[in-house]
């Protein structure tokens, strides 16, 4: 069992810069593949970003690819989203999620969300 607890969020001018974190609770949270994803009302829930356990092969949304940067600090059991040079369609609830892989992500565990909002 894995809780996830998303932090971070909030109101960001266009061009600026927001760190969300993920903190995971669980014994097994280095086992498990991590991911971002974002939901904007009306939308469906889309990948932004994933990383497998040991934190290499890092994967992008095209969308966000260049600006986002996903990485995992297993001591402190907390996934992080640096996201740079924010966008107004960047706008969303995003949510962290874990799976016992990169494919199965979306059918894993999943936390609570936190609002970004990037103002023109």
């Known amino acids: 069992q894995v809780q996830l607890v998303e932090s971070g969020g909030g109101v960001v001018q266009a061009g600026g810069s927001l760190r969300l974190s993920c903190a995971a609770s669980g014994r097994t949270f280095r086992n498990y593949a991590m991911g971002w994803f974002r939901q904007t009302p009306g939308m469906e829930r889309e990948f932004v970003a994933t990383?497998?356990?040991?934190?290499?092969?890092?994967n992008y949304a095209d969308s966000v690819k260049g600006r986002f940067t996903i990485s995992r600090d297993s001591a402190k059991n907390t996934v992080y989203l640096q996201m740079n040079s924010l966008k107004p369609e960047d706008t969303a609830v995003y949510y962290c999620?874990?799976?016992?892989?990169?494919?199965?992500?979306?059918?894993?565990?999943w936390g609570q969300g936190t609002q970004v909002i990037v103002s023109s």
């Open positions: 999620a874990a799976g016992i892989s990169i494919a199965s992500i979306d059918r894993g565990y």
């Open positions: 990383v497998n356990w040991n934190g290499d092969h890092p």
